[in-house]
């Protein structure tokens, strides 16, 4: 059976830094794409950032450019989301998922983590 199990979440100041850590099992992961989302209370659910199985192209949202960097260990089937300069905006629980489809959108991805909250006070 698949599952993503995700940690790192937390309550974090202002400018301050989390990493955010998404471990897969029941199979391996090598070929798919990984890819953080993000969904804050009464909103859509967005996209933050991806990394292609391809290559380890990364693409990232607007909104977090230059602050987070995603990352990924194929031997642990393992994806990471450092997160530095948090703001307040940032606040949302975060969703890590594995697909092969169009990693920037949320229905190319097959696999998806239970979700961790990031809580960014002012």
């Known amino acids: 059976q698949v599952q993503l199990v995700e940690s790192g979440g937390g309550l974090v100041q202002a400018g301050g830094d989390l990493r955010l850590s998404c471990a897969a099992s029941g199979r391996t992961f090598i070929t798919y794409n990984m890819g953080w989302f993000r969904q804050a209370p009464g909103k859509e659910r967005e996209f933050v950032a991806a990394?292609?199985?391809?290559?380890?192209?990364?693409s990232y949202a607007d909104s977090v450019k230059g602050r987070f960097t995603i990352s990924r260990d194929n031997a642990k089937n393992t994806v990471f989301l450092q997160m530095n300069s948090l703001k307040p905006e940032d606040t949302a629980v975060y969703y890590c998922?594995?697909?092969?489809?169009?990693?920037?959108?949320?229905?190319?991805?097959?696999?998806w983590g239970q979700g961790t909250q990031v809580t960014v006070s002012s």
């Open positions: 998922a594995f697909g092969t489809g169009n990693s920037r959108l949320r229905y190319g991805y097959d696999y």
């Open positions: 990394i292609m199985r391809f290559g380890g192209s990364t």
